[in-house]
């Protein structure tokens, strides 16, 4: 019996896939992430590079053709990048490991777990395409990474903003003692938060803007979205503050209750991840550990479900993460 072959989906195009989140006209800058580990590499021998056949797209390329001799192409191999990794480690180098987000956590989780963090090992996990950050549907789109790394313990997570953010926390995730998980944002990427007299601390939020009505705390390219949002609303003569949590884990508690009880006002946690397991969550266990109620409280994250494929800014504003569609939700829940 002969069965009508099925109409196989459209693939996304590779511009799909590595598509910058920078809108037309924004100010970039090349391969943070790259160029800020070559300069620290001219001053730590024990530094070394490390990917799963994605140099290119993780912007380690330029760390493999100013160090050759410290570069490890490990192949389509993520369980092996994580294990020789935590093995160089035990021999006292530094190993900056990178694939994509995706890939380094759902396939290497048991790796990163029992080899690396078990052992304390410095070994800094630097994934690219964290959250919604390409158009090539759920087997790229890393909307459930920090739910799984928040839970390994020991770990320290951090998920920059912008250019700056990756370029400062490159070295201080360097001379961090232990494993690191960084959300990588690659290519061309935006620069914001020079205009903020903004500088990263690991382990510390820092607040951007003051607002009367809104609190929004956030991470990752949220945070850019979230000072476009604030523009917006300002315009309607609604105050959001800003509060960037650069570092996921350890959460800086202290900033975070501070804020929100500086006030009665809306707090909207604004992430570029699943609503299940991330910073949302994260934040309101804390303030529900220190008996601190916020006015209101809302997560304006992705949805617990598997995404579309397609153009970035048409899912963005789908699923609620463009500057337009946060500043739609606030104006809805503030009525």
Not at 225 to 244: K, T
């Given at each position: 019996?002969?069965?009508?072959?099925a109409?196989?989906?459209p693939?996304?195009?590779?511009?799909?896939?590595?598509?910058?989140?920078?809108a037309e006209?924004?100010?970039?800058?090349?391969?943070?992430?790259?160029?800020?580990?070559?300069?620290?590499?001219?001053?730590?021998?024990?530094?070394?590079g490390?990917?799963?056949?994605?140099?290119?797209?993780?912007?380690?390329?330029?760390f493999?053709?100013?160090?050759p001799?410290?570069f490890?192409?490990?192949?389509?191999?993520?369980?092996?990048?994580?294990?020789?990794?935590?093995?160089?480690?035990?021999?006292?180098l530094t190993?900056?490991?990178?694939?994509y987000?995706?890939?380094?956590?759902?396939?290497?989780?048991?790796?990163?777990?029992?080899?690396?963090?078990?052992?304390?090992?410095?070994v800094?996990?630097?994934?690219?395409?964290?959250?919604?950050?390409t158009?090539?549907?759920?087997?790229h789109?890393?909307?459930d990474?920090?739910?799984?790394m928040?839970?390994?313990?020991?770990?320290?997570?951090?998920?920059?903003?912008?250019a700056?953010?990756?370029?400062?926390?490159?070295?201080?995730?360097?001379?961090?003692?232990?494993p690191?998980?960084?959300?990588?944002?690659?290519?061309?990427?935006?620069?914001?938060?020079?205009e903020y007299?903004?500088?990263?601390e690991?382990?510390?939020?820092?607040?951007?803007?003051?607002?009367?009505?809104?609190?929004?705390?956030?991470s990752?390219?949220?945070?850019?979205?979230?000072?476009?949002?604030?523009?917006?609303?300002?315009?309607?003569?609604?105050?959001a503050?800003v509060?960037?949590?650069a570092?996921?884990?350890?959460?800086?508690?202290?900033?975070?209750?501070?804020?929100?009880?500086?006030?009665?006002?809306?707090?909207?946690?604004?992430?570029?991840?699943?609503?299940?397991?991330?910073?949302?969550?994260?934040?309101?266990?804390?303030?529900l550990?220190?008996?601190?109620?916020p006015?209101?409280?809302?997560?304006?994250?992705?949805?617990?479900?598997?995404l579309?494929a397609?153009?970035?800014p048409?899912?963005?504003?789908?699923y609620?993460?463009?500057?337009q569609?946060?500043a739609?939700?606030i104006?809805?829940?503030?009525?």
């Amino acid at each position: 019996m002969n069965m009508p072959l099925a109409t196989p989906k459209p693939r996304p195009t590779t511009s799909a896939m590595i598509a910058s989140i920078a809108a037309e006209g924004q100010r970039v800058q090349a391969a943070p992430f790259g160029k800020a580990l070559v300069e620290l590499a001219a001053s730590r021998p024990d530094v070394v590079g490390m990917t799963a056949d994605l140099a290119k797209y993780t912007d380690l390329h330029l760390f493999a053709q100013a160090h050759p001799e410290r570069f490890f192409q490990m192949g389509m191999a993520e369980q092996l990048l994580m294990a020789a990794a935590g093995g160089m480690a035990k021999e006292g180098l530094t190993p900056f490991a990178t694939t994509y987000a995706v890939f380094g956590t759902r396939r290497a989780y048991d790796f990163i777990h029992q080899v690396i963090a078990e052992e304390n090992l410095d070994v800094k996990i630097c994934c690219a395409l964290p959250g919604l950050t390409t158009g090539y549907g759920p087997s790229h789109q890393a909307t459930d990474d920090l739910a799984m790394m928040r839970a390994v313990p020991g770990l320290t997570i951090v998920d920059p903003c912008d250019a700056l953010d990756i370029t400062q926390a490159v070295p201080q995730i360097a001379a961090h003692r232990g494993p690191v998980y960084m959300r990588l944002l690659r290519g061309n990427v935006p620069l914001v938060l020079d205009e903020y007299d903004y500088r990263f601390e690991l382990g510390k939020a820092k607040m951007l803007r003051e607002g009367r009505e809104v609190l929004i705390i956030c991470s990752g390219f949220m945070t850019m979205r979230a000072l476009e949002a604030a523009q917006l609303l300002a315009a309607d003569n609604v105050g959001a503050a800003v509060l960037h949590c650069a570092t996921i884990k350890p959460l800086d508690v202290q900033a975070i209750v501070q804020a929100v009880a500086s006030g009665p006002r809306l707090v909207v946690v604004a992430e570029n991840h699943s609503v299940v397991g991330g910073l949302g969550e994260a934040v309101a266990g804390a303030l529900l550990e220190r008996d601190v109620r916020p006015a209101r409280f809302r997560l304006a994250g992705l949805p617990d479900a598997f995404l579309d494929a397609g153009a970035l800014p048409t899912l963005h504003e789908r699923y609620g993460i463009s500057a337009q569609a946060l500043a739609g939700r606030i104006r809805q829940w503030l009525g």
